[in-house]
C-alpha cells in the first residue's frame, strides 16, 4: 500500500510517549516541584564553577569520548575507563542498548512497575517488550528467569526501582545473572544507588567487573544534582562498550555536562550533605504518611510512592495539592492509578505535603 506521506517502521506509533513529571500548578505563586526526584540541595558549589567556566568556550566541540570524565568516574569508582561511556543522561545509554543488541522479533524483559523508558526502547528498535510480574511492588527474579526464551536478548533491572523504591539484595541480582544464557544482556539500571545504605545492596560494578554480559548505568540527574545537563554513564565488558561506541553520537555529551561532571564526582562532602539529607526526611516522610493511615512501599531512594485508596482517591489528592503548589507525580502510566510518587524535598516542602494530606483525609498532622 502506497502513501502520500512517509511513514515511521512498524510499531513505532504504538509506543506510548514518555510523559514527565509535572512542573507547573498553575494559578499558584510559589511551586514546590517534587514531581521529577530532584535533588533539593541542588548541585554542589564546585560543579556550578566548572560549568560556568565552560561557558566562555561554548564554540569548540566537546572532547568526543569524555576521556577527562570517564578517567574521573574511573578514579572515584576504581574501574578501567576504556570500559566506561558516557551519555546524555542514561535514558541515551539505555537506548543505545537497545539499538545495538535487539532487532525486530527479539525479546527484552522488565519488571511490572519498571521505568518507562525500558519499552520505550525495546519497541523503537522493533522488539517486543516483555513484562515479568512483581512481588510487593518488588522485582522478582524467578518470575524474570520464566519469561526468557530464545528470542530473550535484554533483560532491564531497575535497582532501586523507579516508581516504587524498592530494591532486590545483590544476591538475587547474582541468582538472576546465573540463570541467564551467556548472550543475554542484563542491564542493571542504578540511578539512585548513591542513596541507597543497606548492607546487602551492591549497584552491580562488582558484577560487571566479573561477567561478559552484564552492563551498568548510572546518573548525574539525582544526587548530583545535574539533571538539567543530561549525563549519565555506564560500565561493561569491553567488547559491549565498543558496539555502544560505534553507534552513539560523536558528541553526544555537552562540554559543560563534562566539566560539571568533573566536579560534581569529585565533590564527596556535597554528596554525603545529599544522601545525609534524604535519609534523615525519606525516613521522616514515611513515618508521617503511615500515622495518617497512608500506606507506603518502604523506598530506599529519594522517593516515597503513597498508596490511596483506589485511582479517585489519588486523582483527587493530587488536584487537592497542586492547588497548594506542591506538584507530586501521577503514576497511572506505571500501573499504578492508586498512587502518587513523592520526591523528597525541602524540609519546608515536606512538612507543607504532610500538613496538606493531612488536610485532605481531614486528620491531624
Known amino acids: 500500500m502506497t502513501t502520500n506521506r512517509p511513514q515511521p517502521r ?4 504504538d509506543i506510548a510517549p514518555y510523559i514527565p513529571g509535572k512542573s507547573t500548578a498553575p494559578g499558584v505563586d510559589k511551586v514546590y516541584k517534587l514531581s521529577s526526584n530532584e535533588t533539593p540541595l541542588g548541585p554542589g558549589e564546585n560543579a556550578i564553577a566548572a560549568y560556568k567556566q565552560a561557558g566562555a568556550h561554548l564554540e569548540d566541540y566537546p572532547e568526543g569520548s569524555s576521556a577527562a570524565l570517564r578517567e574521573a568516574i574511573g578514579g572515584v569508582f576504581g574501574l578501567d575507563p576504556g570500559r566506561i561511556v558516557c551519555g546524555a543522561g542514561s535514558d541515551d545509554l539505555l537506548n543505545l542498548i537497545a539499538r545495538a543488541y535487539l532487532t525486530d522479533g527479539d525479546e527484552a524483559i522488565h519488571t ?5 523508558v525500558y519499552p520505550i526502547a525495546t519497541m523503537g528498535t522493533g522488539a517486543k517488550p516483555i513484562v515479568a510480574t512483581e512481588k510487593e511492588f518488588t522485582a522478582d527474579v524467578d518470575a524474570i528467569l520464566k519469561l526468557v526464551t530464545p528470542k530473550t536478548k535484554v533483560v532491564f533491572l531497575a535497582n532501586p526501582n523507579n516508581p516504587t523504591g524498592t530494591y532486590i539484595p545483590f544476591d538475587e541480582v ?9 548472550n543475554v544482556l542484563l542491564v542493571l539500571d542504578a540511578a539512585y544507588a548513591e542513596y541507597v545504605s543497606r548492607n546487602d545492596y551492591e549497584s552491580g560494578i562488582e558484577l560487571v567487573a566479573t561477567s561478559e554480559n552484564v552492563v551498568m548505568t548510572r546518573t548525574f540527574s539525582k544526587i548530583y544534582g545535574l539533571a538539567a545537563l543530561r549525563l549519565g554513564w555506564m560500565v561493561g565488558p569491553a567488547h559491549v562498550i565498543d558496539a555502544i561506541n560505534r553507534i552513539r553520537g560523536p558528541f553526544n555529551v555537552n562540554a559543560p555536562a ?3 561532571g568533573i566536579a560534581a564526582i569529585k565533590d564527596s562532602a556535597h554528596v554525603e550533605r545529599s544522601r545525609t539529607h534524604n535519609s534523615k526526611w525519606l525516613a521522616w516522610l514515611t513515618e508521617e504518611f503511615t500515622k495518617l493511615g497512608l500506606k507506603v512501599t518502604p523506598s530506599v531512594a529519594n522517593f516515597v510512592l503513597i498508596h490511596f485508596a483506589d485511582a479517585a ?3 483527587d489528592a493530587n488536584a487537592f495539592l497542586m492547588k497548594r503548589g506542591l506538584v507530586l507525580r ?4 506505571y500501573k ?3 498512587c502518587l510518587r513523592m520526591s523528597v524535598g525541602s524540609e519546608e516542602a515536606n512538612k507543607l505535603v504532610v500538613a496538606a494530606l ?3 483525609l481531614g486528620k491531624k498532622a
Do not use: S
Not at 10 to 13: I, N
Not at 112 to 116: A, D, P, S, V, Y
Not at 174 to 182: D, F, I, Q, S, V
Open 258 to 260: 563534562i566539566a560539571a
Open 358 to 360: 493531612a488536610e485532605f
Open 336 to 338: 499504578l492509578p492508586n
Open 112 to 116: 511490572t512497575h519498571g521505568f518507562l
Open 10 to 13: 512498524p510499531g513505532v506509533l
Open 174 to 182: 547474582k541468582r538472576l545473572h546465573n540463570g541467564l544464557p551467556a
Open 313 to 315: 482517591n489519588a486523582a
Open 330 to 333: 501521577q503514576v497511572g502510566a
